[in-house]
């Protein structure tokens, strides 16, 4: 699984495409500073501001406190104290001192339940506030990896439990996805920063079971809402097509997700000596371009819809920032894993849209939502929340595909 040397002509090597990507990141770290708030960080407007009585968020908390960690381990002054002050409040009220595990928001015990979404998140911002050398962040990864492992990790599943009640009672008979995806994500990080390759053989199992069983039996389409006993949902939230975390029909944007961490898992696993199988590398290549063929320009106009339906036909229709970042990260990946051109045609359309379409040069940062004329729009992700998807899609394509993005900023690893 050696990847093949890159075309002279690639972006990946070209050093003006390398400034312009760090220069873009930075600009988003700095228009993120301003979501900071006592008990951690907030949601951001269109404008880069706090609303009044603005409350803190766990899951923005925890996907800030991981990029802030990336730009100290970049080299960036300034960006420690943000990430010291993630973990701070990742360890305060966040977190459940009675039963473990984290509230959706400071000191809330009424909060719904406990999400596994929620806590890899978690797991992903501890480990890379590990590397980056935050004082308290071994301490948040070892009651993060804790709880993922007694709580939500099933073993005879080979994936997350979805949702469970305060106590860790009363399961949600429901099977997600999109929570696993970013579980093997957040595993392939927990793998690097503890050495265990435990971690790396569940996000195998994980992949197996989403992808390899279910994707690949549906045109490697991938099935995100199924029932406690892995049967697929295809009607689920029929009636709630647009919805955040769960929406009907196929999300192409996982599509490309997948297809990155495909190769992130194939790498990580080569590299700790371990078995990657073939279709690892198979069904990235098929998610990639699955999703590029159906999804791009499916009613008329550029652009990846949000959602399809199961004959590929556009339900959302607004274009979401963080659906195009990940195909650029997924494009990047697979052009580094076979070095073919078509991969590179993927990579500049898709950077070319964002530049012309999604970066906002007046009020700063990127514009989370564009309409199906590709004007701004904020119906499902009013204001500039997010700073994750894009910036890790600013970091990926200069580093390789193992070890994971902390990791290799920290060792200064680069292709």
Avoid at 35 to 51: E, S, Y
Avoid at 114 to 125: D, E, I, M, Q, T
Avoid at 162 to 168: D, G, H, P, Q
Avoid at 320 to 335: D, I, K, T
Wanted: proline share 6%; aromatic share 10%.
């Amino acid at each position: 699984m050696t990847p093949l040397d890159l075309p002279a002509t690639s972006w990946l090597n070209a050093p003006a495409h390398s400034n312009w990507r760090q220069a873009e990141a930075h600009r988003l770290l700095a228009f993120a500073k301003a979501a900071k708030l006592p008990d951690g960080f907030g949601n951001l407007d269109a404008k880069g501001q706090l609303a009044p009585g603005a409350r803190a968020q766990t899951m923005n908390t925890a996907r800030m406190t991981h990029c802030f960690a990336l730009a100290h381990l970049q080299g960036v002054p300034g960006y420690l104290a943000y990430a010291e002050h993630g973990v701070t409040a990742l360890r305060g009220a966040m977190q459940d001192a009675r039963y473990g595990g984290w509230f959706a928001h400071p000191g809330g015990h009424d909060d719904s339940g406990k999400a596994a979404y929620l806590h890899a998140f978690v797991a992903l911002a501890a480990s890379s506030a590990v590397v980056a050398g935050v004082d308290d962040a071994p301490a948040l990864l070892a009651d993060a990896a804790q709880v993922l492992e007694s709580h939500f990790w099933c073993e005879g599943e080979g994936a997350l439990r979805e949702t469970l009640s305060r106590a860790w009672q009363l399961p949600e008979p429901y099977r997600g996805a999109n929570s696993n995806m970013h579980a093997t994500e957040a595993f392939l990080a927990l793998a690097d920063v503890t050495r265990n390759t435990l971690w790396l053989q569940r996000a195998l199992r994980i992949a197996e079971r989403i992808i390899h069983t279910h994707a690949a039996a549906n045109g490697h389409r991938v099935i995100e809402h199924f029932d406690a006993l892995w049967q697929p949902l295809p009607h689920y939230n029929q009636e709630h097509p647009a919805d955040h975390f769960r929406p009907y029909g196929t999300t192409p944007g996982h599509a490309l997700e997948w297809a990155r961490l495909l190769l992130h898992l194939e790498a990580s696993l080569a590299q700790a000596g371990l078995h990657a199988p073939d279709w690892l590398l198979g069904s990235a290549r098929a998610l990639f371009d699955g999703a590029c063929g159906q999804a791009w320009h499916a009613d008329g106009a550029p652009g990846f819809v949000y959602t399809l339906d199961w004959a590929d036909r556009p339900v959302v229709h607004a274009r979401l920032h963080w659906v195009h970042a990940e195909a650029c990260a997924a494009a990047a990946a697979l052009l580094q894993r076979t070095g073919e051109a078509h991969y590179e045609q993927w990579y500049r359309r898709c950077w070319d849209f964002i530049a012309n379409h999604f970066i906002d040069h007046t009020a700063g940062s990127w514009h989370h939502e564009l309409d199906a004329l590709n004007q701004p729009a904020g119906s499902i992700w009013p204001g500039k929340p997010d700073l994750y998807h894009a910036c890790q899609a600013l970091l990926l394509p200069g580093l390789p595909l193992a070890p994971s993005l902390a990791s290799a900023l920290a060792g200064n690893v680069t292709r």
